[in-house]
């Protein structure tokens, strides 16, 4: 028979599958190596779910899997994860809880607010544990922080609008108007507006709002605030952390500072925070992911809030806008200028 270039095609085709068999099975002659450990039929599936990649969502993922690890539960050995960025858009949230549900897993983990309220809409049967929910009780997401009372717990990253607004004041204290850049989708940054303009009432300072839907309104709403306010503040907002390079170079060059809620955005041009330790905050995560793993209940497992607080200037971006930080503020602070 004559070989055409089919079959050719078919015969490599099928020594490429009995290899490929032989590998699967074992039986390649080789030197014996361990199967793949995702293969293993009784490992537990994690469904790890993330609103979207920005630095601050991304240290705390990569952190929760450490800590996973060094709890004894090592991905493709006796747990398989299966991690999945939303790209922030809540139909994709939605689509990829159904699925997790679905599988079904042994244990969905939800980074950030649109994340664990998506989770908990798509099943009330599998553990949820949230990662860095600023405010756990406005995002219903639990009865109370002591005794969630279902299938959902985690760590909250709430942070103060009064300290990082004492601390803006101390390093620009001629502030007057505040303009507020924020997602009023989220949850998390809404809870945080509330105590910033509870702090403007009380200390007689004027808030400016200009709240967007997406990605794409943030650079003008950011012109829009660096027009009418002394100082722009964002909380710990996905959608601006997902944005900071433009918010800052519009800011920047109107000379307005910008102060914001995470670490993550100082490090990316925020000029100043005052927030929390987010490696921290992924291995707590971690400890209460292992903790249900080993059959703990979520009901009965009190949400985690960071107490500690640090505070984290960018000193380069202080010299584009002619700022100095006071002694007083550079001896408590982190500088993430150049980081
Ligand atoms: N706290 C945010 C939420 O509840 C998530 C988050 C964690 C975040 N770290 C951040 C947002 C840093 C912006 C910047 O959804």
Redesign the pocket.
Known sequence: MKKTKATRRFALALAMMLVLLAALTGCGGGAAEEPAGNETPDALKIGIVQ?VE????D??RENIIAQLAEEGFVDGENIVIDYKNAQNEMANLKTICQAFAAAPVDLIIA??????QAALGETTEIPIIF?????PLA?ELVDSLEVPGGNVTGT??AVSAQMIMDLAREITPDIKTIGALYNSS????VSVINDLKAYAEANGLKVVESPVTNTSEVQQSAQFLAGKADAVFS????T???SMPIIVETLNNAGVPFY??????VSEGGLATYGIN?VI?GKETGKMAAAVLNGADTSTMPVMTMTDMDIYVNTVTAEVLGITIPDSVMAKATDLGGK
């Open positions: 609103i920005h630095p601050s969502l240290t705390i980074i950030a607010t649109p994340s664990a990662s860095a929910v600023t405010d995002a909250s990253d989220e949850v998390n940054s909380p710990i907002d996905n601006v952390a997902s914001v809620g995470a670490d993550s955005m987010y905050l």
